[in-house]
């Protein structure tokens, strides 16, 4: 058994008898269950093969002393008043809302699609409603809209599909859009009015102290030990359990018993900038030019203030860690085989992206674990903020 040297690794608690849940993963799904059980007096090993808490959302200073997200940028996001207020309990907050341009055709324009975005790309000077005017009149038929492709140019027509969906969407998942379920190109809505916001969710703010700073506190129980460095299973038949929590990848639970579950996975490149602002923008979506799908500057993020700026580019891959379940039918089916014997297994949970093959929000994955945490103990879960974490209310958020 390998165990990380690291502030966040913990003995087991002494004078137990073992440990009542193994939670594999300490990332969204596994921290909020870890505390949840906790404060219940259950006594929680929480397990991860990486070096560090916080999963995907693990953020750090880099050399220069700017925090960055590792594994790209995590804006989080939700309408979901129960989930912002119980993260409240572990962070303040910093007001944010996302803004992502797109570099097209020469210029950096609005993402989603919206009211000025056709304005600038085609020199026009529509309003909103001559802008749903012009959608119908470019937007193809589309009978049944089963693809991708389908729900954008159904909407607003082949041009401005190719010019901000086909290349980016190929880039991404390795796959044409005519070869993708709907869900992908759904999840990034077009509008007929100037806000250019990416996000609209009631609740769009950052952790003020950053994710790893939210998931130490979550995890601080003296109830909840952590193991990282640590592959579960080197510790699964060596420590007495009661029920495993498992929220790693459900084909590799089984061992690939049915074959692989496709993953798309990226490659970071960070980059250190002699400078205090690089983009306009926490984001640049990149099309139709370069291997990158988009570069993003954190400190618009964070609202650190800093004389050097950090950047990451993103390089979608085949390979590497699991980032995005590829939603294609041929793929759901695989995965409801593994689910199905997920169903066989009693005394494991499975909660998660990964551990589900579902394409979860941060947001999604809390409100799952929540959920999870209800059946497996019986227990209210009544949000009550903390004053530690104030959130902030609704209506600013709202506004453009």
């Excluded at 027509?157 to 796959?175: C, E, I, V």
């Excluded at 952590?226 to 089984?254: C, K």
């Amino acid at each position: 058994m390998t165990e990380a040297v690291t502030e966040t690794s913990r003995a087991r608690p002494s004078g137990t008898g073992g440990y009542d849940y193994l939670i594999v993963g300490a990332g969204f799904a596994g921290a909020v269950l870890a505390e949840r059980l906790a404060s219940l007096g259950r006594r929680v090993l929480i397990v991860d093969k990486r070096p560090h808490i916080g999963g995907n959302a693990y953020d750090r200073y880099d050399d220069a002393g700017i925090l960055i997200h590792p594994y790209g940028p995590h804006i989080f996001h939700t309408n979901s008043a129960a989930v912002f207020e119980y993260l409240s309990r572990f962070t303040p907050w910093r007001h944010y809302q996302h803004r992502v341009l797109a570099s097209v055709d020469g210029q950096l324009l609005p993402m989603p699609i919206n009211l000025d975005t056709v304005n600038s790309l085609y020199g026009l000077s529509l309003n909103a409603s001559e802008l749903e005017a012009y959608f119908a009149s470019v937007a193809e038929p589309v009978g049944q809209v089963r693809t991708s492709e389908d729900v954008v140019v159904g909407r607003v027509g082949r041009d401005l599909y190719n010019k901000f969906f086909r290349g980016y969407t190929r880039k991404q998942w390795g796959l044409d859009p005519s070869e993708l379920d709907a869900s992908v190109t759904a999840r990034v809505p077009t509008r007929a009015n100037r806000d250019a916001r990416y996000f609209t969710d009631t609740y769009q703010a950052m952790p003020l102290h950053g994710y790893t700073r939210m998931f130490e506190n979550m995890l601080a129980s003296p109830n909840i030990s952590v193991l990282l460095n640590t592959d579960y299973r080197s510790v699964a038949g060596l420590l007495p359990w009661r029920h495993m929590i498992y929220t790693g990848p459900l084909d590799a639970y089984f061992d690939y018993r049915y074959g692989r579950l496709p993953y798309r996975s990226l490659r970071f490149e960070h980059l250190t900038l002699p400078q205090e602002q690089a983009l306009p923008t926490g984001t640049v979506n990149h099309p139709n030019d370069y291997a990158y799908t988009r570069v993003s500057e954190f400190k618009h993020l964070t609202g650190q203030r800093h004389p050097q700026t950090s950047v990451v580019y993103e390089y979608p891959q085949a390979e590497g860690d699991p980032y995005y379940p590829v939603p294609r039918p041929e793929n759901a089916e695989l995965a409801a085989l593994y689910a199905a014997d997920a169903e066989a297994e009693p005394d494991v949970t499975f909660v998660g992206r990964l551990a589900t093959y579902r394409y979860y929000n941060m947001d999604q994955v809390v409100a799952q674990a929540l959920k999870v945490f209800r059946d497996l103990e019986g227990a209210e879960d009544v949000a009550v903020r903390s004053p530690v974490g104030t959130p902030p209310a609704p209506g600013p958020l709202a506004e453009v």
